[in-house]
């Protein structure tokens, strides 16, 4: 099924429409407010106590090492895997592109994806394919649910990661993930869930956990826009864990 990647929506500016109007922001999955909780956890560490946590020398940078090592286990608590395979990125878009092109094994060079992924996945595979990988576009029904059958055979035909995403951005859709990742541990396949319309719902933790790798957006769930979104690296919480993949990006400096 081809994927539409050209599609654009021009609205109104809400001033053009109306200077009088007021308007209300409904478009909450896009970005979100930051939570006032947040808000105040994050204060501190723009004004008095900011450091750069790679400064091992002094207490500033010790203070906010503790800051990040803190929010990392939070990050891994919440879905289930372990504090060492999460790394941060800027957004789900760069946690995408991370799973999608960080690592190269020579193996993976055959894709899966829903015919409804966002942008920042189907990218980074038209790159794999421009590459010489092969891509798998798999169709959904009419309610936007990935087809398991059509997905079967591509497994079949020797797809080594899937992605898919755990909910639509425009239509809410959750899809089958626990089936999906059976499906995947059965073919050897990696999988790939783009989370970031699930996190700020809960509820899909242990689903999430099932997969390999797991992107995330800070700033559509309370979090500070531009910053704190984060792929989880390398398999699931249901024991059964895979060996780290030689070439996958383990941390910042290398993502
Ligand atoms: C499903 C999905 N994936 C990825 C992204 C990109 O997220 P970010 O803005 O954190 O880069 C979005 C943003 O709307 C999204 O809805």
Redesign the pocket.
């Given at each position: 099924m081809p994927v539409n990647e050209n599609v654009l929506v021009v609205f109104p500016s809400p001033a053009g429409v109306n200077e009088n109007v007021n308007p209300i922001y409904l478009d909450n999955?896009?970005?979100a407010a930051m939570s006032p909780g947040v808000l105040d956890a994050m204060i501190p560490y723009f004004s008095d106590g900011y450091g750069n946590p790679h400064s091992s020398e002094h207490a500033f940078g010790w203070r906010a090492g503790d800051a990040v090592d803190t929010a990392r286990s939070q990050i891994a608590d919440a879905l289930g895997f372990d504090a060492d395979e999460v790394v941060f990125t800027s957004?789900?878009?760069?946690a995408?592109n991370l799973a999608l092109l960080g690592f190269d094994r020579e193996e993976c060079t055959s894709f899966a994806i829903s015919a409804i992924e966002?942008k920042?996945?189907i990218a980074p595979v038209r790159e794999r394919e421009r590459n010489g990988s092969t891509a798998h576009v798999v169709g959904v029904d009419r309610d936007g649910r990935i087809d398991l059958d059509e997905l079967r055979t591509a497994l079949a035909s020797g797809v080594a990661m899937v992605s898919v995403?755990a909910a639509?951005?425009e239509i809410g859709t959750v899809q089958p993930l626990s089936e999906i990742a059976e499906m995947c541990r059965a073919s050897g396949a990696l999988l790939h869930v783009?989370a970031?319309?699930a996190l700020p719902f809960g509820g899909f933790n242990a689903q999430v956990a099932a997969a390999d790798l797991v992107?995330v957006?800070s700033?559509?769930a309370g979090g500070p826009a531009g910053v704190g979104?984060q792929p989880v690296f390398l398999t699931s919480a249901e024991g059964d864990r895979r060996e780290p993949l030689p070439d996958a990006p383990r941390d910042e400096q290398r993502a």
């Open positions: 999955q896009a970005t957004g789900a878009t760069e995408n966002h920042s996945v995403m639509n951005n783009d970031a319309q992107s957006s700033h559509k979104a």
